[in-house]
């Protein structure tokens, strides 16, 4: 344990009420030297424990008993808007999805994903990075759409984040954009973060708590 | 020489026995019609008439008062509200009150269907009648007077007030004295009185001197007021006019008037005066003061209490004991001789003829012979023989006027000796043949030849009036000649032609040539009664049964029977007056002008017009004059009785009744549909009212005139509707009258009123829409049901798929999470490790196909937008697993419109088979998968640079094209393979999602 030390260490929550799974991906996770995973069945037990955690990444399951992903996403990125959070799912093309990235949730993690794609996700979305499907891209274009509509001087996209939106919204992965475009693979990340957070700032909720957001974080 | 003697001697007894029974009587005998309680009458004892102002006929009886309208008697007694059944005079004033003086003295009038009396009038409650009333004048005012016996006199004003005055100043004999009333001027009434003349002047009455002029019988005296200021009285001096309060006498020749006894008089309608005297007698002065014109009118003895002149011109006579007599009015010239001074009663008159002189000869049953001259009758007897009576059938006269007559009992003479005088009658013995001869035959006819030989008919045969064996008498025409038979009518034509008939054949005989016309007999068909010729010698023959045939050179060229308007088919004699033609049947006569073979004018007259009887057995004319000898007398009858053209007839609705009620108040009466609805009315014609015919129109416009003889017309089941009755009446002689009209309606039965019909439209209307309310609701229920199990099978689907999502799929999920971190132990000999690859991929694979069933199950990917990321998904994991270049181009914008699972499912299936094919069976090394989205119209297009294949080689159904094209076909979708070997394949479908 203590070898370990010399890499950074960064704490993730797993909220997963499928105790096999919930087990086997603790087990998977902690097997790996970088995490520290606490999981939690429950969405009310994971936020009681939030405080003494304090998690860099919780890993969250979207169909949660009681407190829905969704909602536990919205409370937990009302109090830590730092904690980033990533939506767990069996499928990709779930609703739910870019309903939990409207309440705050960074990206998503698909179960069935190979052991090193599921590292590198963690990864990725603790240092900035967000996973987009052509479904989410689409809600997200449709979403603007109508915001613009309803409020033209709202923050609308910028050119190059439109673009990758629309690249996305055609089907094309993350991966292929960079050829496309010419630009590096982080800075589609970026972008999509950036898109994702335009999209968050449209919610009431999270202008609200800016205030908190500076009072709380760092 | 002995015998001539006693005939010389015989015929002087005979002139001097013929000569005394001559008589001369006045011609004209008037005809009444006489009504009795038979007639409906309530009494034979008729006291008065009156015609009122609409026309009807009052009549006053000891049994009540009767009205009568020319067919009914409608009789009124106290039961319908007379004061008195006695009715002694009825006067009529001008506001229509018809009023009764009865024998009790009380007043009550009729008016307007109601008979009103001191019970039901204010006006009569204030009279107190001490006798009866006997004078009625109505003033210029319109007040009326009433005299009355007992020197009461009662005036009725016109605005209502009562007045009564007495005059008991007149002495105790004057009890019964008569008050007679007379306006001098509108300001003064003189009141007559047996003592004295009052003056009745603004409220005061004065005694007035009138001595100079009136001197009245004590008990008789008599004053009729025609109008104002214009009486008739009489008084010891004569009768007199007083107009203007000046008289003017107008007859006082006591020796023709015994007006000592004169007890009333009457002016009629024709200035005819008429004398009622106290010895029972009747005289009538023309004009006034004209001439002297009628005895005594003896009816039978009865006494006649009142005379009316109606305005048609009948005379009512009014008899105490007999009924009513109506004398037929001036100007019908009918004189009927049944009962005469010379003709017995109902004496059968058989034959009539003219002699030179113009005078009409009539022979009767009884051996009656007439002559009527100018203005008088002669009658001649002719004798019995052995005591049975001559019938005498025929009459001719030679040159000389001798009178030649056919008998039951054989042929007679009567030589004319000059001056109306004829020896007694000659009688012509029939030579049988070899000497024979016999005076009793049946002679039927007999006529004279051109050349003034006698000719007659009888039962055996024609006959000759010849000289044989030195004596005058008749001979058979030779029977080679002529056969002998029964023989009826003899005729010679202007060519001296005998034209006979003997009920066989008509036969034509001259020269001793005979022609039968047997081709004839079907024309006839009976026997011929009798031939005359027309001026233009066109032969008439009358048939017994078969009207009139006219024949011109053997052919029958016209005919008349009943059917064209004769009297009957019947026809007995003929007689032809120039181009008039008379023609006597058994049912009345009919005559016609004839000339060029065109008959016209016909006119038929029967007993309906007055005549004694139809039943008429010859007929002749003389000017306008016709003579009927009718089985009940001789009948003289003016020639222009139907020209005479009366006034129409007055025409009144009596009442209408439906059902039981009936009511007189009938203009605009609502009838219902169901009832029977009856109109009775009446044409005042008193003259012949069978005569009368009506006609009516019902209906809203337009005049449909319908005939009907009788007096009312019932209607039953008539449509609903508004109705207009006309009517209107016309006499035998008269036009039609003004029709007279009234309206009503049939009101519909209720199912065919407005609001019914209303009531239906709405109960209808209100069905109709429970039903398709119903209909809706049912099939909402069905849409409801169908939506409800909709959205049953979505909420299964959901459940499913949910429960798929989220435990199989974390479970699988988990296992393959699990194969994964066994794989990755390190401490597995490398065969573990294989089988741990394989489950890995197993594993994969299944949460892929779960993944499929899961987005095909859950309801919310059935949009458009769920389709085609899901397609674009699942290409691009496709593409990432194989080593192909792949490209997808999905549209820019894609609605989010709702699409059905099946379309769903299927358009991914069958991309994911044609992306299968393209990447394991193609060889392609580029794939382009391109969706295009216009509106709902979706075209998905696969497209690969691979080696293709023959589209039309049979492999085609083994990689999976067929199920493809059946998948969209089933969309009703387009599906296409394009493909040649070595230049790819492009899969593209369209439909409409």
Redesign the interface.
């Known amino acids: 344990m203590a070898t370990r030390k010399e890499k950074p260490v960064f704490k993730i929550m797993l909220i997963e009420d499928?105790s096999?799974?919930r087990d086997?991906?603790t087990?998977?996770l902690n097997s790996n030297d970088q995490f520290k995973c606490s999981s939690y069945a429950k969405a009310e037990d994971a936020l009681k424990a939030l405080e003494i955690d304090q998690p860099n990444v919780i890993i969250m399951d979207i169909?949660l008993p009681g407190i829905s992903g969704i909602d536990c996403t919205r409370i937990i990125k009302s109090k830590f808007p730092s904690i980033q959070i990533m939506m767990c799912t069996?499928?990709?093309?779930?609703?739910k999805i870019f309903d939990a990235l409207k309440a705050g949730a960074s990206g998503y993690l698909l179960?069935?994903a190979?052991?090193d794609e599921i590292f590198a996700s963690v990864l990725d979305i603790y240092n900035g990075g967000s996973p987009m499907?052509?479904?989410i891209a689409?809600k997200v274009v449709a979403s603007f759409v109508s915001k613009s509509e309803d409020h033209a001087k709202q923050e609308i996209l910028s050119e190059r984040e439109n673009e990758i939106l629309?690249l996305l919204?055609?089907?094309?992965?993350i991966k292929e954009i960079p050829g496309i475009l010419f630009i590096s693979i982080n800075t589609v990340r970026t972008h999509i973060r950036n898109i994702y957070d335009k999209l968050q700032v449209n919610s009431r909720v999270h202008a609200l708590n800016k205030t908190k957001y500076n009072r709380n974080g760092s | 020489m002995e015998k001539s003697k006693i005939n010389i001697v015989l015929f002087f007894i005979l002139l001097f026995t013929s000569l005394f029974r001559i008589t001369i009587v006045n011609g004209q005998a008037p005809v009444y019609k006489n009504y009795t309680v038979n007639d409906g009458l309530p009494s034979q004892v008729v006291y008065c008439a009156l015609q009122d102002k609409e026309g009807y006929m009052w009549f006053g009886t000891d049994a009540g008062a009767s009205r009568f309208d020319g067919k009914h008697f409608q009789n009124f007694t106290i039961k319908d509200g007379l004061s008195d059944n006695e009715i002694l005079k009825i006067n009529q004033d001008s506001k229509g009150r018809i009023w009764f003086f009865t024998l009790n003295g009380k007043l009550s009038y009729y008016f307007m269907h109601k008979i009103y009396n001191s019970q039901n009038d204010s006006q009569l409650s204030k009279i107190r009648a001490r006798f009866e009333f006997m004078s009625f004048m109505e003033d210029s005012k319109g007040n009326i007077w009433f005299g009355g016996y007992g020197r009461q006199l009662l005036l009725i004003e016109n605005g209502g007030g009562v007045k009564n005055f007495y005059f008991d100043s007149l002495e105790i004999n004057y009890r019964r004295a008569w008050i007679y009333t007379y306006e001098f001027d509108s300001n003064e009434i003189w009141i007559f009185t047996p003592k004295h003349t009052f003056k009745y002047s603004y409220d005061t009455i004065s005694v007035l001197d009138t001595s100079n002029f009136l001197n009245p019988f004590y008990v008789n005296f008599n004053l009729q007021n025609l109008r104002p200021s214009d009486a008739y009285y009489f008084c010891k001096s004569g009768i007199c006019n007083l107009k203007g309060g000046k008289p003017i006498k107008l007859f006082s020749d006591r020796k023709v008037v015994p007006y000592d006894h004169l007890k009333r008089i009457y002016i009629d309608n024709m200035n005819g005066l008429w004398l009622f005297t106290s010895n029972s007698k009747l005289y009538y002065l023309n004009k006034l003061y004209g001439n002297y014109q009628k005895d005594s009118i003896d009816f039978l003895g009865t006494y006649i209490g009142d005379i009316y002149v109606d305005d048609e011109g009948n005379k009512w006579f009014c008899s105490t004991g007999k009924g009513i007599f109506r004398e037929l009015p001036y100007g019908k010239k009918i004189h009927n001789l049944d009962e005469n001074k010379i003709f017995e009663k109902n004496e059968e008159i058989l034959c009539t003829a003219r002699d030179n002189l113009g005078r009409v000869w009539v022979g009767s049953a009884s051996g009656g012979l007439f002559c009527l001259d100018k203005d008088s009758i002669y009658k001649i007897q002719i004798e019995n023989i052995n005591g049975t009576i001559q019938k005498i059938i025929g009459i001719t006269f030679d040159k000389s006027n001798n009178i030649w007559g056919a008998t039951t009992l054989g042929v007679f003479v009567l030589k004319n000796i000059g001056d109306k005088q004829y020896s007694s009658q000659k009688r012509i013995s029939l030579e049988y043949g070899n000497g024979l001869f016999g005076d009793n035959f049946t002679a039927k006819n007999l006529k004279f030849d051109n050349n003034m030989n006698l000719y007659v008919s009888t039962n055996n045969g024609v006959t000759k009036l010849v000289t044989k064996f030195g004596r005058t008498c008749l001979s058979f025409v030779d029977p080679k000649e002529i056969p002998p038979s029964r023989n009826y009518c003899l005729y010679f034509d202007s060519r001296n032609n005998l034209w006979f008939e003997n009920f066989e054949h008509l036969f034509c005989y001259n020269n001793k040539k005979l022609t039968t016309y047997s081709y004839l007999d079907s024309e006839f068909r009976c026997e011929i009664t009798d031939i005359e010729s027309s001026f233009d010698s066109i032969l008439i023959i009358s048939t017994y049964g078969n009207g009139i045939k006219f024949l011109k050179n053997g052919k029958i060229i016209n005919s008349l029977n009943s059917a064209n308007g004769l009297a009957a088919d019947l026809c007995r004699r003929l007689f032809v007056d120039s181009n008039t033609v008379y023609v006597a049947t058994n049912e009345g006569f009919s005559y016609f002008t004839y000339q060029n073979n065109n008959v016209s004018d016909l006119k038929t007259i029967s007993s309906a017009d007055g005549i004694l009887s139809n039943d008429i057995k010859d007929i002749c004319a003389r000017g306008d004059d016709i003579y009927l000898a009718t089985s009940s007398g001789l009948c003289v009858i003016d020639k222009k009785i139907s020209q005479i053209v009366a006034t129409p007839p007055r025409v009144y609705f009596t009442s209408v009744s439906t059902g039981d009620s009936s009511f007189f108040d009938y203009n605009n009466r609502k009838i219902s549909y169901k009832s029977d609805f009856k109109i009775n009315f009446i044409a005042l014609a008193f003259d012949q009212p069978d005569k009368v015919t009506y006609q009516y129109s019902v209906g809203s416009d337009g005049y449909n005139w319908i005939e009907t003889k009788n007096n009312s017309i019932d209607f039953s089941l008539l449509s609903p509707g508004s109705y207009t009755f006309r009517l209107r009446a016309k006499k035998f002689n008269s036009d039609w009258s003004e029709p007279i009209s009234f309206n009503f309606s049939v009101t519909p039965p209720f199912y065919q009123e407005w609001w019914f019909r209303i009531l239906i439209i709405f109960a209808l209307a209100s069905v109709t829409f429970y039903f398709l309310r119903l209909a809706a609701n049912r099939k909402y229920q069905k849409q409801l049901l169908i939506l409800q199990q909709n959205q049953l099978l979505i909420d299964e689907r959901t459940r499913i798929s949910s429960d798929m999502h989220d435990d199989l799929g974390a479970d699988l999920s988990n296992l393959l999470l699990l194969t994964r971190l066994g794989s990755r132990s390190t401490n597995l000999p490398e065969e573990e490790k294989m089988q741990f690859h394989k489950l890995e991929e197993y594993a994969t694979d299944v949460i892929d196909k779960v993944d499929e069933i899961v987005w095909s199950l859950n309801p919310s990917n059935d949009s458009i937008n769920r389709l085609i990321s899901f397609i674009g998904i699942y290409s691009n994991d496709v593409f990432q697993l194989s080593a192909i270049k792949g490209s997808v181009l999905l549209p820019e914008k894609i609605p989010n419109d709702q699409i059905s699972a099946a379309v769903r499912r299927n358009v991914f299936l069958v991309v994911k088979e044609a992306l299968n094919n393209a990447v394991r069976h193609s060889g392609a090394t580029n794939i382009i998968l391109e969706v295009q989205l216009n509106l709902r119209d979706l075209k998905i297009i696969i497209r690969d640079n691979g080696h293709g294949f023959d589209v039309n080689a049979d492999e085609l159904k083994g990689n999976g094209l067929f199920n493809m094209k059946k998948r969209i076909q089933e969309l009703n979708g387009q599906f296409q393979v394009e493909s040649k070997s070595g230049e790819g394949c492009t899969v593209y479908f369209s439909l409409t999602v």
């Open positions: 499928h096999d799974f086997s991906l087990f998977l169909n069996v499928y990709e093309d779930d609703s179960k069935r190979a052991i499907t052509p479904v689409r629309n919204s055609q089907g094309l992965r």
